[in-house]
């Protein structure tokens, strides 16, 4: 799912190719992607977008006359900008939004169709879609501290809870807790002063650096890749390979439809967290630590002829 520094990166893209311009129209593939009765989509064609802004990991176009179209990307969403009135793709184009400078064209990929399209009316409705959490990279360490301990969970679900932090996925996440040297698993309660700081610092850093890099990489061209697997990421997606920092292979975890990586040297003082698919299966025979792991993998040492 785009984050925080991919949708920083879309509006960074399409604020010089549609801000103060009109939307001639509005073409809709999917009836699905439309979640708004009322207004209409007429009552958007033809008005001019007067901005751009994020809400959490939503894309907010600002229309003249108090309207707004409020776009959410969820997993597999994409924008691809194309030729003015360009041919929505048959099998995974959702919608087109027709400029004088070109079409932004709506996918997603895979056969589950959950990105969303919801035409705004007025400020108190686009507020209602606001999940509430906090923008971090304005945030003071009080404010940071104070929302993560108001109810105790895990650093990883704290972290990409948007009713907690805005605009924060599993992706980025993975990075921050590495960057912070905390434990995915490690609880908010459980946070000493100094952790908290540095996990505060570790959230702007990252995302700072990350918002930068691809808006530097990207130049004027409109991204096509946006991708949770980022070339230079430190832990997420690379389960298995080196650890960047120590070297040490890194681990994950594997939930629901998601996962958490992190490295065990760097973040857990090398203790392995029990992953719930094979501790299940192992039991107690599950590795608590890299050490008993590779052991494990090495099998039992063969002895010598005597």
């Not at 606001?130 to 940071?144: A, Y």
């Not at 650890?243 to 990586?261: F, K, M, S």
């Amino acid at each position: 799912m785009p984050e925080l520094p991919d949708i920083t990166l879309y509006l960074d893209a399409l604020a010089p190719r549609v801000v103060n311009q009109p939307l001639e129209r509005l073409r809709i593939a999917n009836p699905f992607l439309l979640r708004t009765p009322q207004p209409p989509i007429s009552a958007v064609e033809g008005r001019t977008v007067t901005g751009l802004r994020r809400i959490g990991k939503r894309i907010v176009f600002e229309l003249d006359g108090g309207l707004f179209l409020v776009l959410h990307l969820m997993i597999a969403g994409r924008l691809r900008w194309r030729e003015r009135g360009s041919t929505i793709p048959g099998k995974v184009g959702l919608a087109a939004f027709d400029f004088p400078t070109g079409t932004a064209i709506l996918t997603e990929a895979g056969s589950r169709r959950q990105a969303s399209l919801h035409v705004i009316a007025d400020t108190p409705s686009l507020a209602a879609l606001d999940p509430g959490g906090l923008e971090v990279m304005d945030s003071t360490l009080p404010q940071f501290a104070e929302r993560l301990t108001r109810e105790n969970h895990t650093l990883k679900r704290a972290m990409t809870d948007p009713h907690i932090l805005s605009g924060i996925g599993n992706a980025y996440s993975d990075e921050i807790l590495h960057a912070a040297r905390l434990s995915p698993m490690k609880l908010t309660s459980n946070l000493t002063g100094e952790e908290m700081a540095r996990l505060h610092a570790a959230t702007i850093q990252t995302m700072q650096s990350w918002i930068s890099r691809l808006i530097e990489d990207t130049g004027d061209r409109f991204p096509e890749k946006v991708t949770a697997f980022r070339e230079g990421m430190a832990v997420h997606g690379r389960y298995g390979n080196p650890c960047r920092v120590c070297g040490a292979p890194v681990q994950r975890i594997v939930y629901a439809r998601n996962e958490a990586n992190y490295c065990a040297p760097c973040q857990t003082g090398g203790k392995l967290l029990s992953d719930r698919a094979l501790s299940r299966l192992l039991k107690s025979d599950w590795p608590k630590t890299l050490d008993e792991m590779e052991r494990r993998r090495a099998g039992p040492l063969r002895r010598e002829p005597t």
